[in-house]
């Protein structure tokens, strides 16, 4: 494959599951690849590890990747397939609509850190997988579909989309932030009963997604407060 077999998303939207002012109605959605986070120097930074290389169970490894977030002087091209393969252009995305997710300025940063940043923007599926093609191509010289990468991440982006609204009803009926991740995570690491698999990863599988999402919602409803 070529360096024209990059892909080109359909439109700006298409980028994202929210952009702007709208992130903070999913200020409990975990920190997931392709979040841009403004860091408290005026400088912000998009995360590049896969969700699963971000936590140790309920908890975030105390450093994540991040490639630093540069505004452009020029507008970004209509086709991704002639920009810089070091570049993916966040189109719209809050102050500017000229940023760009650089990957040769990594560093990282403390988790505790992150968790406290705003969020100027969230990834779509479609972004997550744009992202990482080129991440991937710029690192490696290889290119890989984004139907691939969307089959290693949906399973993830399901899950922080679910313990996201399993996380809020938890804390509406009084529990800590801490002891509703804890417990979720807990109920997500354990193996469904006829099932060879976890039933995190089983949100992977488009067959068992909904039974997955319904049972969590059951399982919230009836937590007690002390479990």
């Not at 393969?85 to 000229?98: D, I, R």
């Not at 969230?122 to 890989?144: C, E, F, H, P």
């Not at 804390?171 to 991740?181: C, F, H, N």
Request: glycine letters at 4%; charged letters at 25%; a negative charge.
């Amino acid at each position: 494959m070529a360096v024209a077999d990059l892909e080109t998303p359909t439109s700006a939207d298409s980028l994202y599951t929210a952009v702007g002012d709208d992130t903070a109605e999913l200020a409990l959605r975990s920190l997931f690849t392709g979040d841009v986070l403004s860091l408290p120097s005026g400088d912000s930074v998009v995360l590049l590890q896969h969700p699963c290389s971000m936590r140790k169970g309920a908890e975030y490894r105390p450093k994540l990747l991040v490639g630093g977030v540069e505004l452009l002087a020029d507008k970004p091209r209509s086709d991704w397939r002639k920009a810089p393969v070091a570049q993916m252009h966040l189109l719209s995305c809050p102050p500017s609509k000229n940023s760009v997710a650089s990957f040769e300025d990594l560093d990282t940063i403390s988790s505790n850190l992150a968790q406290t940043c705003h969020r100027r923007a969230i990834l779509s599926m479609d972004g997550v997988a744009l992202l990482m093609q080129r991440w991937i191509y710029y690192s490696t010289r290889l290119i890989v579909p984004t139907i691939t990468l969307a089959e290693v991440f949906v399973g993830p982006f399901e899950e922080a989309d679910l313990t996201a609204e399993a996380t809020e009803t938890l804390i509406q009926r009084g529990w800590e932030l801490d002891a509703a991740s804890r417990t979720i995570d807990q109920w997500l690491s354990e193996t469904e009963p006829d099932a060879a698999s976890t039933r995190r990863n089983l949100l992977a599988d488009p067959r068992a997604r909904s039974t997955i999402r319904r049972q969590l919602r059951a399982h919230v409803r009836v937590c007690d407060l002390h479990d």
